[in-house]
């Protein structure tokens, strides 16, 4: 009996086992990277006896239906459909046509890329393997099967008639999804709406190597544009892509699964740019509403960050400044992500603070208003704010939140008593005047400007001192009665009128306000809480006016962010800000219910804040590709 061609641990693992020689005393490169021992003692075991149950079900169907699997003709000498036994039905649902994934379009003579919008010609990847594949022997023995798999249930029976998983790890065309200048528009947008928010490619090298066709020599990077391709169609107005809403959703679907199949079959070895195809996969999830593939992508995502040791500062040395600065970005929008699952959800820290060893200082302005290049970092040009200044700030945030989650799940398995309980108090307390702090130095571009809409007539003025956000008493302004209408108008307009102006939804500085404003005031809230609940504790009571009184104070904040931000930009931001400003109005809501005598300020403070939440449902309910209400309509 031959000995296996692949060490132990490869096989296992079912990856193509990596030898510079035949030696087999030399271990392989991977278990040379792994440190692992490099074996061959596996012996591939003699091919058992046949089925007998599938052997007599066979036979019974050949003498009740004559050639098995051969379509009988009919009386007038047309071809009819051949009689398909309960076996065979049972066959056919295991076989090719319906395990090949749904982004493959399976017919009898091809296994390409089926289409979403028209091509002017079909992929060119024929139905057999590449001839340089390592499975190539399989080629010819698959498309025989595949060509006959309705014709013949015997033919089922093979193992072999399911392609590789490294298969789908091939280079591939754009043209076998769509159009390419179609992909190009996408992409624009991509950068146009998306990027400010989440700035985890390199902007100039993404382009030169998608204008450079790399997608069809390397297929790490096809499954990246297509990530990224279907990310941005789920985050940008309808009317800015030239499809139907239907079509829409199937390009969007394909390109994730296609980006999917890639790369599941490429995670050997791991690199940035699966962290970054999965937190998009996660956006996309995310959007889409599918919450347990959204998580399970973020969890595939976070856990090859920490494979590449992405959340200690020490794995950064040696890198050229572009991986290095992927990296760093792609570890804090999954780090904010984290920490905002942890407190919406509920969830469990993926990212524990005493796990990473990341340099904060890393965050600081000097460092990251820079342009990059593959050999450099080049200094900023003055006056000029960089658009990742954004995700600096907002990191920082995220960080802030960290060290409160760290504290609160820590106390709720073991309460503080006495002097630790009062030290913790100190903390918490500090936390609270470090969150108001943090945006208090941001450049002028993202320096809140306060704007009060027509509906609003201002009687008084109450703003905190510094360049802290702008309270907006609740009892000092009043609805105009066409307010909120109006601004449903702008949604929609913003949504589906082509010709509606874009200006404040291209601006990236105002679409970052946002979301940095709108996460201080949910991480302030979270701090606040867990103070009047430490107050609680230890001294049996709290002051209930008070603490309704900073309630008001958040919602009133809140409601200034949200009315000093143009309803474009926020839109922009999509439902992930929806989730925070939801998260805050529905426990302010029930703390003013409990509350036995709750301001009269309270209660209107709060009372807008849902109203206005029901503007960002809506804003959210137009980022979900449902099918169209009227087909012949063009509602995308």
């Keep these: 009996m031959r000995q296996s061609q692949s060490c132990d641990a490869c096989r296992a693992r079912k990856v193509r086992c990596a030898k510079d020689t035949q030696d087999q005393k030399q271990p392989c490169k991977h278990c040379l990277t792994l440190g692992i021992p490099c074996t061959y003692d596996y012996q591939p075991k003699k091919r058992g006896p046949p089925n007998l149950c599938v052997r007599s079900t066979l036979q019974q169907a050949q003498a009740t239906g004559g050639t098995s699997g051969v379509s009988a003709q009919r009386r ?85 008639i399911l392609p590789p998983l490294s298969y789908y790890c091939r280079p591939h065309r754009l043209e076998d999804i769509a159009p390419r200048d179609t992909i190009f528009l996408i992409i624009d947008l991509f950068f146009d709406f998306v990027y400010p928010l989440t700035p985890c490619v390199h902007k100039p090298s993404f382009m030169a190597a998608l204008r450079a066709h790399r997608e069809e020599r390397d297929p790490l990077f096809f499954a990246l544009v297509m990530s990224t391709v279907a990310s941005t169609l789920v985050q940008v107005p309808r009317s800015y892509v030239p499809l139907d809403r239907s079509t829409v959703k199937k390009l969007a679907r394909t390109c994730f699964e296609a980006s999917r199949h890639i790369t599941v079959a490429s995670y050997d070895p791991p690199s940035s740019t699966h962290v970054v195809i999965r937190y998009f996969d996660c956006c996309y999830n995310f959007c889409s509403g599918v919450d347990a593939t959204q998580h399970a992508t973020y969890g595939e ?147 809140l400007k306060r704007q009060f809409p027509a509906g609003y007539v201002p009687t008084g003025n109450s703003v905190r001192g510094g360049n802290s956000v702008g309270t907006l008493d609740a009892g000092e302004y009043q609805y105009g009665t066409g307010f909120r209408q109006t601004t449903l108008g702008e949604v929609k307009d913003f949504f589906d009128n082509p010709k509606a102006s874009r200006a404040n939804a291209l601006n990236p500085f105002l679409v970052q306000q946002g979301n940095l404003y709108v996460t201080q005031q949910l991480v302030r809230f979270v701090i606040e809480q867990y103070r009047d609940e430490l107050i609680t504790f230890m001294h049996g009571n ?80 137009n980022y979900m590709l449902e099918d169209d209400p009227n087909p012949g309509e063009s509602a995308r």
């Design 76 to 160: 007038d000498g047309s071809s009819s459909d051949p009689s398909i036994s309960p076996l065979s039905q049972t066959l056919t649902s295991q076989s090719p046509r319906n395990v090949t994934p749904s982004y493959v379009a399976q017919d009898t003579s091809s296994d390409c890329f089926h289409s979403v919008v028209s091509l002017p010609s079909q992929g060119h990847y024929g139905g057999s393997f590449p001839s340089d594949h390592s499975d190539s022997h399989l080629s010819a023995e698959y498309v025989t099967h595949h060509q006959h798999h309705f014709s013949s249930p015997v033919a089922l029976l093979s193992p072999n």
């Design 301 to 447: 995502a976070a856990h090859i960050a920490v494979t590449l040791r992405m959340h200690e500062e020490a794995s950064y040395e040696g890198l050229d400044p572009i991986e290095s600065e992927v990296r760093r970005r792609a570890f804090w929008l999954l780090f904010g992500a984290d920490k905002s699952m942890a407190i919406l959800l509920g969830r469990p820290v993926c990212f524990r603070d005493e796990d990473c060893t990341f340099n904060l200082q890393k965050l600081s302005p000097t460092y990251v208003y820079r342009s990059i290049t593959s050999n450099a970092y080049l200094p900023q040009p003055q006056g000029k704010t960089s658009i990742i200044s954004g995700l600096n700030y907002v990191s920082r945030i995220f960080a802030l939140l960290g060290d409160i989650l760290v504290r609160i799940r820590v106390d709720k398995r073991s309460p503080p008593h006495g002097q630790f309980a009062t030290a913790r108090l100190e903390e918490v307390e500090s936390l609270h005047t470090r969150i108001l702090e943090t945006l208090e130095n941001v450049p002028e571009p993202l320096q």
């Design 542 to 621: 709290i002051d209930e006016r008070q603490m309704m009184e900073d309630r008001e104070a958040v919602a009133s904040d809140l409601l200034n962010i949200l009315h000093s931000i143009p309803i474009q930009s926020i839109a922009t931001n999509g439902p992930s800000l929806v989730h925070k400003v939801r998260f805050v109005a529905s426990t302010l809501l029930d703390a003013v219910g409990k509350a036995d005598s709750a301001p009269a300020s309270a209660e209107r403070a709060h009372a807008y804040l849902l109203d206005f939440l029901s503007i960002l449902s809506e804003i959210e309910r």
